[in-house]
């Protein structure tokens, strides 16, 4: 073994390998740090308009892409030139890279429909980190988000991790604004007008409270009513929030409303059925079922 041409080697390609295995962390470490910056800034100038809370997560789901593509890119550049100080003819290792690429490609079109189905995505802005969204009949928050694949958190606390390529239909609950879409059911017996005051008064009141009112845009008010049901009659209550914010404002809303009902002696009904016996049955019959019905009640009652 002759050590003056291995120092020889060492002091003429391995130099340049460290060199360029320190420009790698160098650019890894400058990435990590300017790439969130850039994009907080790219990300607010071009959503003036947006609430910080869509800022924040429109930037957070950038960030996360543009660092993963930035380190593959770097990775990838300093393999082959390490290669290249190696004595490895870079050529034809990327023109078998191509051959091998195009071979992946035909075996793998699933990954390729997952990696465009992911770039669609964030092109689009359908949802990013931090929204609760449906997709492929799963609902949950988005807790990550890559060209290949979304993980969702649902309210179990159970992780989903679905493919980009099987998602159809993206159903995105918390974007830019939420929406209170709630019925309430009244008696039949009740004054419609006077629950509708109520009903307003409570949304308005609501709207106005110093802990509920910051996260609400448009109070909760009566839209129509919405079906005449079996038992009672459906009133259709709207109203706008800040994105996340419509569970606990809908929660608070039906709090307050059960207490204002309660206090205005307004009925919210549930099911039953009235039972009638008509001309079609003779007296003596209407009278024996009616004595099989209360002795079964009275039964009932003792057990």
Known sequence: MD???ILDWLLKHGIRILIIVV???VLYFLLRHFIPIIVRRTVEGTMKDHPET???KRANTLNIIFIDIGIVIIAAISVFMILSEIG?????ALAGLGVLGVAVGFGAQSLIKDLFNGILILLENQFGVGDVVKIAGVIGTVEDLTLRRTVLRDLDGIVHSVPNGDIDIASNYTKEWSRVNLNISV???EDLDRVIEVINRVGADLSKDPEWAPMILKAPQVLRVDELGDSG????ILGETKPLCQWGVKGELRLRLKRAFDAEGIEIPWPHMKVFFGDLLSTESSEQIKSILARNSTETGKK
């Open 54 to 56: 869509a800022i924040t």
């Open 233 to 236: 009659i459906d009133i259709k």
């Open 23 to 25: 420009i790698a962390l």
């Open 187 to 189: 008696g039949y017996g």
């Open 88 to 92: 490895v003819n870079v050529g034809p």
């Open 3 to 5: 050590w003056t041409q």
